[in-house]
């Protein structure tokens, strides 16, 4: 004879689907918050790269006499062995480049566009991931329930935002 099975009662039922849910919600704002952050370094990374593995690359200042079409424009003056001068070379119009500065720059491998080097060019550089941070601190604290982790991430974007903004 075959015992019979205990019927499951109607609370386990209830819990085994509050644990279900509960684990849907950690894993879905889980993946939410890992894609923001990799959203971020992948922007951040376009420009990032060139600033911080210059080793090799062409080095100078760049002198801005014109701004148009969100881009700028000036003389490149050399400052690395190996790199030459250029009459003319583009970097992207932001607030971090003005008219009538000069800039010390790093150029694009194969191309005549520049990006601002040196501590003030890592930071910018970096913007979009102290963006992601922030973005993504909302929801490690509201979906993930993990306050503690979301202060420090929010802290960290806005350290970065902040010593750009000061760098700049």
């Given amino acids: 004879m075959i015992p019979a099975m205990p019927a499951v009662s109607s609370r386990t039922s209830r819990q085994n689907a509050h644990a279900a849910l509960q684990f849907g919600r950690l894993a879905a704002m889980g993946a939410v918050a890992g894609l923001i952050l990799i959203a971020g370094v992948w922007a951040s990374w376009g420009t990032a790269q060139h600033v911080m593995l210059s ?12 701004c148009a079409d969100g881009s700028c424009t000036g003389p490149y003056t050399p400052t690395s062995a190996g790199s030459k001068a250029r009459a003319r070379v583009t970097i992207e119009q ?4 003005k008219k009538g500065q000069t ?8 191309s005549s566009e520049v990006v601002r080097s040196g501590p003030a060019g890592l930071l910018y550089a970096w913007i979009p991931l102290g963006g992601a941070l922030l973005l993504a601190s909302v929801v490690v604290a509201g979906g993930l329930r993990l306050t503690r982790a979301a202060w420090v991430m929010a802290g960290l974007g806005l350290a970065q935002l902040t010593a750009t903004f000061l760098a700049l």
């Fill in 94 to 97: 932001s607030v971090a480049v």
């Fill in 103 to 110: 800039y010390t720059v790093t150029v694009k491998p194969g």
């Fill in 55 to 66: 080793k090799g690359r062409e080095q100078g200042t760049l002198a801005v006499k014109a």
